[in-house]
Each structure stands twice: as structure tokens, then as C-alpha cells.
């Protein structure tokens, strides 16, 4: 303790119960078994969805021959770096992204109010009436655990969520019905579970 610092009486015993608390539960964390590997259960590599990821994303790019709004598609996935294994090594699962944007600009929201505990941008989206499109593909495995409600298509143990923005209801549709048949021949070439 530094000289002229002084703790108030009865709080030095809440610091160090926390402390300790922290200390067993980290022990607790450290200290777990680990999965034997035998035949029966190889070890499961966090990435082993990736091929079916890629194909889907692939595919989803490749509508850009049909959908004008998604022509010049990358068919890049990226991964989200902060679910890496080696930096979470108890929670080694699978989970990328893939997005495209067409016809998307910023514009001032003209309902910002500046505040300094927001993290809201004082600019939005505007989607071109016609063609607009961003399109956002998540393909993970496990829970979701972003903080908007989704209903996600199961891929044997990938899930899939499709967030599509669009003023043109032609195009959500078009786009709804092409992916809807992309995940379904997936699903129908997967082995059961």
C-alpha cells in the first residue's frame, strides 16, 4: 500500500475474498480434464465446417450470373477472429462471416442526437430503391451470440443465418427463394446426424 492511500474499514476482506474467489475459479477453468483421444473420438478441429462454409458462400456468390444486385461477389469467408481457438481454447467451434453491399451509400441521420454514452453513427444506410442490397451471410456452430433474435437453418452442426437488406421486395424474394434452394441441396447431400 502506498503511503497516504488508506482502504475504508471492512473493505480490504471484500478485495481479498474477490481475489481469492477469481484465483480458485481460473484454477477451476485450468484444471478441467482433458477429452481422451482415441478412434471413437478424434480430436474435433474448430475448422472442420470450413469446407461446407466455403461451398455455400461459393454458391451464394455465384448468384451473381442470375441477380444483378450481387454481380462482382467475392466469394471470400472470413473468419471471426475473435472466437480463435488460440486465443479461446476452451470454446473451439466454428464461426465466420461473408457480406457483399451493392449500391449502398451514407447519408446524415437526421434522429442523431449526440451522446457520450452512444455507440451509435451519426450516419445511415441508403439502399438505391432499385438495386440496393447488403447481404450478410453468419455460418457458426453452436449457440448464437450476437444481441438480435435470428432463426437459423441447421447444416447438420453449422448453422446458417441469412440477413438480407433491401427496399426491393422483388429482390429480397428473389434472393430468399435462390439461397433457401442452396441451403436445402446442401442439407439434402448431408449425411444424417
Do not use: K
Not at 45 to 55: Q, T
Not at 61 to 68: E, K, M, T, V
Amino acid at each position: 500500500m502506498r503511503a497516504g492511500v488508506r482502504l475504508p474499514r471492512g473493505r480490504v476482506p471484500d478485495v481479498v475474498t474477490r481475489c481469492a474467489l477469481l484465483c480458485v475459479v481460473l484454477a477451476a477453468c485450468h484444471a478441467r480434464a482433458p477429452t481422451p483421444v482415441s478412434a471413437e473420438h478424434p480430436p474435433e478441429d474448430p475448422h472442420h465446417l470450413g469446407p461446407l462454409a466455403r461451398r455455400i458462400v461459393t454458391r451464394v456468390a455465384a448468384l451473381g450470373a442470375r441477380i444483378p444486385s450481387l454481380a462482382g461477389a467475392s466469394a471470400e469467408l472470413r473468419p471471426v477472429s475473435s472466437l480463435d481457438t488460440a486465443t479461446i481454447p476452451w470454446e473451439p467451434r466454428f464461426y465466420a462471416r461473408w457480406n457483399h453491399q451493392h449500391a449502398v451509400s451514407w447519408e446524415p441521420d437526421p434522429t442523431y442526437v449526440p451522446s457520450p454514452h452512444t455507440a451509435r453513427s451519426p450516419y445511415r444506410d441508403r439502399l438505391d430503391p432499385s438495386a440496393g442490397l447488403i447481404l450478410d451471410v453468419y455460418l457458426y456452430e453452436g449457440s448464437w451470440s450476437l444481441l438480435f433474435a435470428v432463426n437459423p437453418v441447421a447444416l447438420g452442426r453449422l448453422r446458417v443465418v441469412t440477413i438480407i437488406s433491401t427496399p426491393n421486395p422483388a429482390l429480397r424474394a428473389e434472393l430468399e427463394r435462390a439461397i433457401g434452394e442452396i441451403l436445402d441441396g446442401e442439407r439434402a447431400g448431408l449425411p444424417p446426424e
